[in-house]
């Protein structure tokens, strides 16, 4: 019976994780940690100078082969209107493996000029190069099946990013179409799945002009193929300190849609739903942060949640150039 349940639960965690699993870089919370550019091309060198950022993300301790993700990424102005970066990341979910870069040039306009903030329009294109593995080295079949190789199989692509982004004053909203391209990735299938395509739409506002400020903002997300979406509603809080600024905030993702289930006789319907506290540190031009993601719902593969840590580094900044609270363009 235990070895049952074993398939059953693991059964459960590739339906709830592989529902949302994504082609290239996972969409998760470290965009609150000033790093919207993982997310949207269209941020690269939006502000003065440049910033690089540092996640290591770990789900579920205890478990083995539990997904994991590793980012790297650097971006700066160049000149008045451009800014490129680069992006590197290892994405591991169980025997699947994701390894890639991500080169980046995005194109800044002054729509018109503010003593005191910021009103810009921003284009940006991701150009990426990624290797997806599968690896069925140590898959068993007691009857053989033509479809498990029994080695480690690699495919080799490239896919393209494209993004908009638009601040003014403390307000900003990002939209980003990931993966426009088609591979024809077949690594779990003979059929070629060629439409990886993913829409992503946030936006928000800081208020607040003195020692406090408050930043309320989503984002969505709607894969294309699988007509999956899901919306985080954040709500983060600054306060600004002698040695730099302390921060704090919480998060919450809902999926639009659900996984089946069915225990003893009874079937169910369970929409994803995740809870994330975030607390952070700016010291001078440092960044330090961490979050602790808590899937909430009566089935989970494991009681224990997903930790992610960020270390950043700002360089070139200078003096701030606006006297507004201007999200990511001018601290």
């Known amino acids: 019976m235990k070895f049952f349940q074993k398939i059953y639960f693991s059964l459960l965690f590739l339906l709830v994780t592989s529902s949302y699993a994504q082609e290239g870089i996972p969409v998760y919370f470290d965009y609150l940690s000033d790093n919207y550019y993982l997310v949207y091309p269209s941020m690269a060198g939006v502000g003065q100078g440049g910033k690089v950022r540092m996640t290591a993300r770990k789900q579920w301790f205890d478990v083995e082969k539990a997904p994991a993700l590793q980012t790297l990424n650097a971006h700066m102005r160049v000149g008045d209107r451009s800014g490129v970066g680069a992006i590197l990341f290892n994405d591991r979910n169980g025997y699947h493996s994701q390894t890639g870069m991500k080169l980046t040039y995005a194109h800044h306009i002054t729509l018109s000029e503010y003593r005191d903030g910021v009103n810009q329009l921003s284009f940006g294109v991701n150009v990426g190069f990624l290797q997806s593995r599968l690896d069925e080295s140590e898959f068993v079949s007691i009857i053989p099946d033509p479809i498990i190789t029994g080695t480690s199989n ?5 896919n393209v990013d494209v993004g908009m982004s638009y601040n003014f004053l403390e307000f900003y909203a990002h939209f980003a179409v990931k993966n426009m391209l088609g591979s024809g990735r077949d690594l779990y299938s003979a ?5 990886v395509r993913r829409y992503l739409f946030s936006a928000g506002y800081v208020f607040g002009k003195s020692q406090w400020q408050f930043e309320p903002s989503f984002l969505f997300q709607f894969s294309e193929y699988t007509e999956e979406s899901a919306v985080d509603v954040n709500a983060k809080v600054y306060r600004e300190m002698d040695f730099g600024k302390i921060w704090g905030g919480l998060s919450y993702r809902r999926s639009f849609d659900g996984a089946e289930y069915e225990i003893n006789g009874n079937s ?11 607390v952070g540190v700016n010291i001078k031009q440092f960044m330090f942060s961490y979050n602790y993601s808590y899937q909430s719902g009566d089935l989970r ?8 840590i960020t270390l950043g580094y700002n360089f070139l900044q200078g003096k701030p150039r606006y006297k507004c609270k201007c999200p990511a363009v001018n601290y």
């Open 154 to 158: 690699n495919v080799n692509y490239f």
């Open 268 to 278: 169910g319907k369970q929409k994803l739903q995740l809870f994330t506290p975030i």
């Open 301 to 308: 593969f494991d009681n224990g949640g997903f930790h992610q």
């Open 191 to 195: 059929e070629e799945i060629d439409n």
